[in-house]
């Protein structure tokens, strides 16, 4: 799977549970390292960087992630796997 192919099927599944999403339409003009996605539902927002299963964070995605979770902000990398596992569809349940 694709990270394009990743991030649709997780858009797919918000639109199901009512969870708004937000990707930068052009990232080389956003800051480098700002997660793909940020996700806001009545009960939580989340900010997630997606990768495939051998992707790797580049220095700037892991200093945001550092900075954000040190901030109190739900930042974490989400992977195809998490997808099989159930582990997306529960964290969007529990935002929504």
Known sequence: MTEAQFQDTIVAIC?????????????????????DLALCGDNGFLLRELKTEKGRLTRDQEEWGFKLQKAGVNWDVWRP????SGRIQRELTEIR
């Not at 199901?16 to 800051?31: K, Q, T």
């Open 81 to 84: 796997a998490d997808l099989a």
């Open 15 to 35: 639109k199901l549970l009512g969870v708004a999403s937000y990707h930068p339409y052009f990232s080389r003009r956003s800051a480098a390292g700002w997660p």
